[in-house]
């Protein structure tokens, strides 16, 4: 049997052996993989190769722009060329894709081949898609120089072009938006390769008689910022002039469209994935855009206009997502309005975002890693908010560069960025860059059916045990608020690649492109992520044994504490115990009523003598209890003395009559119990 002093010996020697467990595994070199087969490009093979001469000694840049750097850019594009669905082009980079859902929209007689797949299998979103290229666009005309430093033009001009033709497409009419192709039933049950996706795919739409007044808001703000791309950094003025013409119309339709109302409402199979919360912000938005781009300031009143209407009970200052976009249009009007008279109004709703984001105001906190997390929006993809906000506070040094403002406020949004980035770069627990195909460390299997190789979503870890190919350049939807990672397909949650992930970190990779004069922090991390300890409900394990042991002295503790102050009784019990182990009387205390002390069953008083029995003074005995106790119905008996008084009366003392309390009011009609009437 273990002693309490034994079991917390060994408590504390599991906490000491999973501290050390903490310590970093060895660097371990890195095994080739599968060699790049004929055909693909050598800069872009089908899986990376990775030695241990890869690991410098620092971060500093040996050039600039930084070639990591230049790298993560142009995977970030890379990835959505892997996400393609349609007839591909001639000059694709990722070879293993094939041509895909070349039937889609023949269910109503429109051609919607073509754009992007949303995330991990084979569904395209609206939605998502439309916030996506809105933000790589505003990162384009923001950093654009760092696009041109990496020579990246060409593969932003790819990227957004791609998704804008089939957006133009998805809006046949002015009149028609289609906003969903595929099933959560069928399409999100269906692991495979793209050739077999299974067929035909259902179309869904909004439209001027079922308005989806979000949905289509948020497609104006798309095609406004991307024309104003096309117009002031691509030069292709034609494309710009047909995007805009969109734009117009979307948000003209999504204005006067009635019901105003969420989209999900005419298409609940959008519920599954993207059901939006609200439309107000998204006309918000839609609005700022369309100022931004045209200077008409109707849209900077009507952007006003919504703001004011979601704020009315105040400022709202929640994470910017696909499905709420509130900072982004302060941020955004806070730059377009410059130099108007209400520029202030601007400024100040920007400053509070910005100041509530960089400080992680609840319900969003740091992890003790240093992720940006915020209760809600991270559980299912941390990293997205954490680059979302990195973006936004980039986005408001920006402007407030260009209008001289508070430095100091400036670089602290600056520093709360980079910090991000460096976090999702490596720079955390899990000494993970969370961008596949960089480093040994990377993700390798990501949730991603083209990527995966396997047939069988039933066995979706294990078929195949390792993703068949790399898909380069993909954010995945990072770790828990405890930073701990699981690499594996089936926690979506952590796994999952989506074109929104990837939207933010596209223009974060361009700003560090023109500005950093380091590396990634993964430059500098050795092949092999170390081994955590355990967390159980949101505490390490050696945490829990320190507060098992911490609550067992304290238990201690008390417990003395206790004993102390109950000395004299301690005592007291110690010497009855001791006396009647020495053959002393035994007795039974009972509930005795009346005037008399506790007998026993004898009839004796405890200090031993011997008092007539009630059956004696009243003639009678209650025979109704058997436990050969005597039983009245007087007052308790007196507490018992203190084994530290002395207990010496003589035979006399003891017959002394002990005079009984008076006796209670009686009316004369009630009986006189001989219990009460007799007593000694």
């Not at 004299?568 to 115990?577: G, M, Q, T, V």
């Amino acid at each position: 049997m273990r002693t309490p002093g034994s079991f917390v010996l060994v408590l504390a020697s599991l906490a000491l052996s999973l501290t050390a467990a903490q310590t970093p595994s060895p660097i371990i070199t890195a095994t080739p993989t599968t060699p790049t087969p004929s055909g693909v490009p050598v800069s872009i093979p089908i899986n990376p190769i990775f030695t241990t001469e890869d690991v410098r000694n620092s971060t500093q840049s040996p050039s600039f722009p930084d070639s990591e750097y230049v790298k993560l850019l142009d995977y970030s594009l890379l990835f959505y060329e892997a996400q393609r669905s349609g007839k591909l082009p001639a000059d694709q980079r990722i070879t293993w894709r094939n041509d895909s859902a070349l039937n889609d929209g023949q269910d109503v007689g429109v051609d919607l081949s073509g754009g992007y797949y949303d995330a991990g299998d084979y569904m395209k979103f609206i939605f998502p898609l439309t916030f996506s290229l809105t933000q790589v666009c505003w990162g384009g005309i923001e950093f654009f120089e760092g696009y041109k430093l990496a020579n990246e033009t060409k593969y932003l001009d790819q990227m957004v072009r791609w998704g804008m033709d089939w957006l133009i497409k998805a809006h046949p009419n002015n009149d028609t938006l289609y906003v969903q192709i595929g099933t959560d039933q069928v399409d999100n049950n269906y692991w495979g390769p793209d050739t077999t996706i299974p067929l035909p795919r259902a179309t869904f739409q909004v439209s001027r008689s079922k308005p989806g007044t979000d949905v289509m808001a948020d497609a104006a703000a798309a095609f406004a910022s991307c024309s104003m791309l096309y117009r002031d950094k691509l030069n292709d003025t034609a494309y710009a002039t047909t995007l805009q013409t969109h734009a117009n119309s979307l948000f003209s339709l999504a204005e006067t469209a009635t019901p105003q109302q969420v989209y999900q409402t005419v298409v609940p199979a959008v519920t599954c994935c993207y059901a939006s919360s609200g439309f107000v912000d998204e006309l918000a938005w839609g609005a700022a855009w369309m100022y931004t781009l045209t200077n008409d300031t109707s849209y900077m009143t009507k952007a006003g206009t919504y703001v004011d209407q979601v704020n009315s009970g105040g400022v709202q200052t929640g994470s910017v997502t696909w499905d709420n976009k509130l900072g982004a249009v302060y941020i955004l009007m806070a730059s377009s309005t410059q130099g108007t008279s209400v520029n202030s109004k601007w400024q100040d709703l920007a400053t509070q975002y910005a100041d509530f984001t960089s400080s992680a105001s609840k319900p969003c906190q740091y992890t003790k890693g240093g992720l940006y997390y915020c209760s809600g929006d991270s559980k299912d993809d941390s990293a997205v908010i954490a680059a979302n906000a990195a973006l936004s506070m980039h986005l408001m040094a920006n402007q407030l560069d260009k209008m001289g403002g508070a430095q100091d406020k400036s670089d602290s949004y600056r520093m709360f960025a980079l910090n991000q980035i460096n976090y999702l770069l490596g720079d955390n627990p899990e000494k993970t860059p969370y961008i596949v195909g960089v480093h040994p460390n990377s993700p390798i299997n990501p949730h991603s059916a083209p990527a995966s190789g396997g047939v069988s979503v039933d066995n979706i870890d294990s078929d195949p045990v390792k993703e068949l190919r790399t898909i380069y350049g993909a954010l995945v939807g990072g770790p828990d608020k405890n930073d701990r990672f699981e690499d594996v397909r089936s926690n979506w949650r952590q796994s999952e690649v989506a074109l929104d992930y990837n939207a933010p970190m596209t223009a974060l990779m361009a700003y560090q492109v023109m500005t950093s004069k380091e590396s990634p922090p993964y430059v500098v991390i050795p092949a092999g992520r170390p081994d955590l300890p355990a967390i159980l409900n949101g505490m390490e394990i050696w945490q829990i044994i320190l507060i098992v042991i911490g609550s067992i002295f304290v238990a201690i503790g008390i417990c003395a504490v206790f004993c102390y102050r109950k000395r004299d009784h301690i005592r007291a019990w110690a010497a009855a115990r001791k006396n009647r182990k020495n053959g002393g009387p035994k007795y039974q205390l009972t509930v005795n009523r009346d005037s008399r002390r506790d007998l026993n069953k004898e009839g004796e008083l405890e200090h031993g003598m011997r008092l007539p029995s009630e059956e004696q003074e009243l003639g009678q005995y209650d025979h109704t209890r058997d436990d050969g106790v005597v039983h009245s119905l007087a007052v308790p008996p007196p507490p018992p003395l203190r084994a530290n008084q002395e207990f010496a009366l003589d035979n006399s003392a003891m017959r002394r009559p002990v005079p009984p309390p008076p006796l209670p009011a009686r009316h004369d009609e009630d009986p006189i119990l001989l219990q009460n009437a007799y007593r000694s």
